[in-house]
């Protein structure tokens, strides 16, 4: 489990390089916002994994792995990712609307 944890975390570092590269550079507002978004949700993800985890040091190790070519595939994995966990967000706020609506006493 160990070594799978380690690829996990790898990949999600190399989302956070990805995404962080992105917002800089990213001129649209919605498009740097949704980049931070997968900045952090990623950051969660390590943190939830492996509380504590030297970031730096790994990002430091992931980003010397890029290439522009590797840039892209991941970027678009991660996008990937984000998007599909957006979705299921979307579904869960979704079902919850037909819930009844809470008043101050409950």
């Known amino acids: 489990a160990?070594?799978?944890?380690?690829v996990e975390t790898s990949n999600d570092l190399r989302c956070v390089a990805v995404f962080s590269v992105a917002a800089?550079?990213?001129?649209?507002?919605?498009?740097?916002?949704?980049a931070g978004a997968?900045?952090?949700y990623f950051l969660g993800r390590i943190e939830?994994?492996?509380?504590?985890?030297d970031i730096e040091s790994g990002l430091r190790l992931e980003v010397g792995k890029l290439n522009a070519p590797k840039f892209v595939s991941e970027?678009?994995?991660c996008a990937a990712v984000?998007?599909?966990k957006a979705e299921e967000l979307q579904a869960i706020g979704n079902s919850l609307q037909?819930?009844?609506?809470?008043g101050p006493d409950t």
């Open 2 to 6: 160990a070594a799978a944890q380690d």
């Open 24 to 34: 800089s550079e990213e001129a649209d507002p919605d498009a740097t916002m949704a």
């Open 38 to 40: 997968g900045v952090f």
């Open 48 to 53: 939830g994994r492996a509380p504590g985890s």
């Open 75 to 77: 970027l678009k994995r």
């Open 82 to 84: 984000l998007k599909s």
């Open 98 to 102: 037909s819930m009844p609506a809470l």
